[in-house]
T-cell receptor, first 117, second 116 residues
Framework: DVKVTQSSRYLVKRTGEKVFLECVQD?????MFWYRQDPGLGLRLIYF???????EKGDIPEGYSVSREKKERFSLILESASTNQTSMYLC????????????????FGAGTRLSVL | AQKITQTQPGMFVQEKEAVTLDCTYD???????LFWYKQPSSGEMIFLIY??????QNATEGRYSLNFQKARKSANLVISASQLGDSAMYFC?????????????FGAGTRLFVKA
């Protein structure tokens, strides 16, 4: 079974803190993703990565950065946390893409619920 | 403009009955993929079913089927014989081309409540 593990289920941080959210997958997947989930908005893509040391901006990258030094690990960084970054954060991984219409399933972690006070 | 629209924020269904969760999408691409994911209260999103834009047959996976109407750009999920364990959030998603590769866009979700 594919396993995507997020380091924390719940996290409480203060405004201005630097926050690291860690994600590890054990299926040797090339692709990894970070989403945030907010009620009524669904999942929105923050950043994704197709390979080690590669990253691409998603739809809402402002205020976030990412790091992928090893294939299995994809970190999301909030450089200076703000209250509007209070949300559920979901990490996902998928095998290499074989075409835009391909059955490229994403495997998700259980999520990290971050509260910024 | 929203690319994936799920118009039902919440739905109720009686146990053992069938339920349809609506999804419409917007794309100008000819090649794309449509997905449904389930998110139980535990938080982990689970893949349910996939439909490719060139697939002529509607996809089925056990009790799940996808009612794909390409001309209307709709991809409704049908759950037959609902079970209490089907109570969850359901997300419709579309994979399309994007600068630098592909990306998957999710709808806002529908929360399904199955009543005993």
């Amino acid at each position: 079974d594919v396993k995507v593990t997020q380091s924390s289920r719940y996290l409480v941080k203060r405004t201005g803190e630097k926050v690291f959210l860690e994600c590890v997958q054990d299926m040797d997947h090339e692709n990894m993703f970070w989403y945030r989930q907010d009620p009524g908005l669904g999942l929105r893509l923050i950043y994704f990565s197709y390979d080690v040391k590669m990253k691409e901006k998603g739809d809402i990258p402002e205020g976030y950065s990412v790091s992928r030094e090893k294939k299995e690990r994809f970190s999301l960084i909030l450089e200076s946390a703000s209250t509007n970054q209070t949300s559920m954060y979901l990490c996902a991984s998928s095998p290499p893409s074989q075409g835009v219409g391909a059955k490229n399933i994403q495997y998700f972690g259980a999520g990290t619920r971050l509260s910024v006070l | 403009a929203q690319k994936i629209t799920q118009t039902q924020p919440g739905m109720f269904v009686q146990e053992k009955e069938a339920v349809t969760l609506d999804c419409t999408y917007d794309t100008s691409d000819q090649s794309y993929g449509l997905f449904w994911y389930k998110q139980p209260s535990s938080g982990e999103m689970i893949f349910l079913i996939y439909q490719g834009s060139y697939d002529e047959q509607n996809a089925t996976e056990g009790r799940y089927s996808l009612n794909f109407q390409k001309a209307r750009k709709s991809a409704n999920l049908v759950i037959s014989a609902s079970q209490l364990g089907d109570s969850a959030m359901y997300f419709c998603a579309m994979r399309e081309g994007h600068t630098g590769g592909f990306k998957t866009i999710f709808g806002a979700g529908t929360r399904l409540f199955v009543k005993a």
